[in-house]
């Protein structure tokens, strides 16, 4: 049952202003026998965590899911039969602000038509009889003084309940909640996997700096949360400040901050003070940070060993999908970049970063759709993603920026290249992965969209709204003037999104549906061509990288200019003395259009030289997970002034995913995993590879549910290549070279 007996404890919104404490909630009941099935329902809004007599048995962290509960209302299911017993039994909840209230002046979060101060909704079913709902409750505050999804949280331990989720507890000064407005949102049990720790890790090297605090370094850029392990005295305040940079002052959080409107103290940042008995553990409920560095103050010398902090390392869980590793130990530092930035940024749906937004940006979800799939099992948790980015679409077709919202991202932030997840997610799911399910769930809204485009084009027919080719390199994001027009980089991908919506009504059987993508398609090919491609040259106008492989990649070229094309688009790389010059939307087709067109050794070199710009230059800095931006920093040596070797000035986000397409082309273009190349079926496979001149070997593998891993092997041996092929039962796959068809089992030519 999903109740709508949606109760508060306060009307008051907790802010950085006034702090606000979470609040508890708990029932007592007697059972006379346990019974055979014992079932709650939950909605906690924003966040809860679930005990059943003292035991947490929430799915994991930020239960139930990052919604607008406007749009969705999401609900999570638990049999909890094997956690009752005869006699009385408690039920507990705590509640964080969540998405339901978040303090956040940027993107208006602050403004939200849902806000409210933390609310649930609950129903206790037992043998399948109602037994109780939410406003049977009592409540009370908890030690949880402060909770904010971006700015932290603070905890004090002597404000604790001993034994109040348990039996036994006397609860006579607790208070009845008053019944909270239920939100309009379609209500659902959430499909997307939890949120779960996959790894811990200790300090690396702890440092005392100039002021007295001690950094702890993890030696890795991920996201998720510091568990606090200390002994003190009654009243010591432990604050903890958590970054991407450290210097001789401390935790340096000037990337990761928004100026002068964010609030010292509560960037990324959790205190917790000491109730003074014995070893205290501290773990927070209702955020989560980005980091490598955790600056700790107010603490003794003795207190600062490598015991105090342990990096919980979470995600959104998923099963790893695919491998990629090389004999070139740089390629696969960027691979394993990549994965972190993945894996940091997989927070119930992909994210922009993990400390600074935490938004669902649009277009870094098309960006990555790709890899996310070649690399994990990503399948249920974009499928339900989209679910709300269909529910945020406006009636007139329009999508905002960021999904979920509160209404930001209409007036700016979205526009083709960010719109077009709406499309390239399902059709990502349909060729990776054979799920055509999920694209009939938003072909109404896609279809709405395609109808929408003509009301945005301009005079000239073409598309010229929204955002550009984001963090072009040496370009501050924020400040335009990019070298790609955003009428030529918005009306290319309105021909990529009509070209796969095509494809995705074609496959589904909605012909007439596929006939209106054909004809926009075909009329935004030829009012570009009429306006920016010079048909002498093959050149698009003004001439860019970004434009001339997006024009080629995404079919603004016919087939018989490729050729003339390529030639163009190898002068604008030389142009830059062979360095890649694009933002984002030009690294998800450059290095894949020179690939498709016999220069795969070229877009190699771009991606390893080690010189700026590159993918390698990178991580030969320090990098361990993909940075915002390409742009020339100032590298701090370490001495008085930088205790720490990754002290960068000029630096914005060391942590977004955007970029990783470049993991996605590892497969396909070195490892020559070519998943469902013609749309026929997913378990049809190219195996394509290129034996690049630099690397000795290479293995790619994907694994396919149910039927087994698919992996691609090659090593010289002299001046031959061994290369071996296994294919799992059920899979189709062809070897380009040879174009035998290989049978399950293990191929093995020496070539």
């Not at 940027?106 to 037994?131: H, I, M, Q, T, Y």
């Not at 604790?160 to 989720?165: D, K, R, T």
């Not at 990288?545 to 094309?565: I, N, R, S, V």
Request: charged share 25%.
């Amino acid at each position: 049952m999903l109740s709508d007996k949606f109760v508060s404890l306060t009307k008051e919104y907790n802010t950085i202003g006034r702090h606000v404490a979470a609040p508890l909630f708990r029932k007592s009941f007697t059972l006379d026998a346990v019974p055979e099935k014992a079932e709650i329902t939950i909605c906690g809004l924003g966040f809860y965590v679930l005990w059943v007599n003292g035991k947490n048995v929430t799915k994991g962290a930020l239960a139930p899911y990052i919604s607008n509960p406007d749009d969705m209302l999401y609900y999570d299911a638990y049999d909890i039969a094997e956690h009752l017993t005869a006699g009385e039994n408690v039920i507990g909840v705590m509640l964080g602000n969540g998405m339901q209230n978040c303090d956040t002046r940027v993107w208006d979060f602050n403004k939200n038509a849902f806000r409210s101060a933390p609310k649930f909704a609950l129903a206790f079913e037992a043998d399948g009889r109602l037994l109780f709902e939410a406003d049977a409750f009592s409540g009370h505050s908890s030690p949880v003084t402060f909770d904010d999804l971006r700015a932290g949280e603070r905890y004090d331990a002597r404000l604790e309940l001993p034994g109040w989720n348990k039996a036994g507890f006397d609860d006579s000064d607790w208070i009845k909640p008053f019944k909270a407005e239920t939100n309009r949102g379609e209500k659902r049990i959430c499909a997307a996997p939890p949120i779960l720790p996959y790894k811990e890790l200790k300090a690396v090297k702890i440092t005392r700096t100039l002021s007295g605090s001690y950094v702890y370094d993890f030696g890795e850029n991920n996201a998720g949360v510091a568990r606090l392990k200390i002994s003190g005295r009654r009243g010591q305040t432990v604050c903890v400040a958590f970054g991407e940079i450290a210097n001789a002052e401390g935790v340096d959080q000037d990337n990761i901050s928004f100026g002068p409107e964010t609030t010292k103290g509560y960037i990324q940042q959790m205190e917790y003070t000491l109730k003074g008995e014995g070893t205290e553990e501290y773990t927070p409920y209702f955020t989560y940070f980005g980091f490598r560095y955790a600056e700790v103050w107010n603490i003794e010398p003795q207190q600062a060993d490598l015991g105090l902090l342990t990096y919980v390392v979470m995600s959104s869980s998923m099963a790893p999908r695919g491998e990629f590793i090389t004999s070139d130990e740089t390629v696969n530092r960027i691979q394993a970049n990549t994965l972190r930035s993945d894996y940091s940024n997989f927070y119930y749906f992909p994210t922009d970063c993990p400390h600074r937004e935490k938004n669902g940006w649009m277009g870094d979800a098309a960006l990555s759709a790709q890899q996310f799939l070649m690399n994990f099992d990503a399948e249920a948790s974009l499928c339900e993603w989209l679910r709300c980015v269909v529910k945020a679409q406006r009636g007139d077709g329009a999508l905002p920026g960021i999904v979920p919202t509160g209404g930001w991202g209409f007036d700016w932030g979205n526009g083709p290249a960010w719109d077009v997840a709406l499309v390239a997610v399902p059709f990502m799911l349909y060729r990776l992965n054979g799920n055509l399910d999920c694209f009939k769930e938003c072909s109404d809204a896609i279809f709405k969209y395609l109808n929408y485009i003509p009301s945005k084009l301009n005079a000239d027919g073409l598309a010229e709204y929204g955002l550009a080719d984001w963090c072009e390199v040496n370009n501050d994001a924020d400040s335009g003037g990019y070298s790609t027009p955003l009428e030529v980089s918005d009306t290319l991908t309105l021909l990529n999104l009509t070209s796969m919506a095509e494809r995705l009504f074609t496959a589904a059987g909605e012909t007439d549906k596929a006939l209106v993508s054909k004809r926009l398609y075909d009329k935004l090919k030829a009012d570009f061509r009429k306006k920016h491609i010079d048909e002498k040259t093959k050149s698009v106008i003004p001439a860019s990288q970004t434009g001339q492989a997006m024009a080629m990649y995404y079919g603004a070229f016919d087939k018989d200019e490729l050729p003339e094309a390529l030639s163009r688009l190898k002068e604008l790389i030389d142009r830059y003395d062979g360095h890649f010059q694009v933002g984002v939307l030009g690294a998800r087709v450059l290095f894949r259009t020179l690939s498709d067109l016999g220069e795969t050794e070229l877009a190699y070199r771009m991606i390893t030289r080690p010189d700026f710009p590159s993918y390698a230059h990178h991580a030969l800095m320090g990098a361990t997970t993909l940075w915002e931006t390409f742009r020339k920093l100032t590298v701090l040596a370490p001495n008085t002034r930088c205790l720490f070797e990754n002290g960068l000035r000029g630096a914005r986000s060391l942590n977004h995913h955007f970029w990783g397409d470049v993991s996605g082309w590892f497969y396909e273009a070195v490892g020559g995993l070519k998943i469902n190349p013609e749309l026929t079926a997913h378990t049809d496979v190219v195996i394509d590879p290129y034996f690049i001149k630099k690397l000795d070997y290479v293995k790619a593998t994907h694994i396919y549910a149910g039927l087994g891993e698919l992996k691609v092997e090659w090593r010289r041996e002299a001046d031959k290549i061994r290369l071996t092929v296994t294919v799992p039962d059920g899979v189709n796959a062809v070897l380009k070279i040879t174009g035998q068809r290989l049978d399950a089992g293990v191929t093995e030519l020496l070539l």
